[in-house]
Structures are given as C-alpha cells and as structure tokens.
C-alpha cells in the first residue's frame, strides 16, 4: 500500500483523514482508487483534461511529480500539496 498524505483542506473529503492508504501502479490509478473510497477527492486535485490542477503539487517520496503515470506502489509515500493564494 501507498501512503498518501492529504493537506487540510481536503479533509472534508476524506472523513477528515490526513493519512490515507491506497493501491494503485501509477499516481493516476492511485487517485483514481482514493475516489472510489473518497468520491470528489480526485477532482478536487485533478481537473477535466486529466491534469493536476495548477494549484496542487504531488510530492512523490519527496520528489515533486507533475505527470499523472509517475509509476508508484509499494512503499512509496505521496504528499498532496495544496497551494495558498491570498493577498
């Protein structure tokens, strides 16, 4: 099982849940997995044309991925990043 970890402001998404664990051979069949569990979660990260939406980064073992077929599995750890905008 992947270990994902999930910023705040998706907790109302995952029953209020940081830590999340899931299966899946890319980081798109990885969230895909997290929505059936967590449903609106994927498209709260991921938009319409199946691209992470800008103001989201995946940390992949703590390397940032911007491409949905970065391979993950096993004992890997993936970092949701939701960005902070404001002013």
């Given at each position: 099982?992947?270990?994902v970890?999930?910023?705040s402001p998706l907790f109302s998404y995952t029953e209020g849940r940081a830590d999340l664990e899931a299966d899946g051979p890319t980081l798109d069949a990885l969230m895909a997995g997290l929505d059936?569990?967590?449903p609106g979660l994927r498209f709260r990260v991921i938009n319409e044309q199946d691209r992470i939406r800008p103001t989201i980064l995946f940390h992949v073992?703590?390397?940032i991925v911007r491409d949905l077929s970065?391979?993950?599995g096993g004992e890997?750890?993936?970092t949701?990043?939701?960005a902070?905008?404001?002013g």
């Open positions: 099982m992947t270990r970890r999930v910023p059936r569990k967590y073992n703590g390397r970065t391979p993950v890997d750890e993936v949701i990043v939701a902070l905008s404001g």
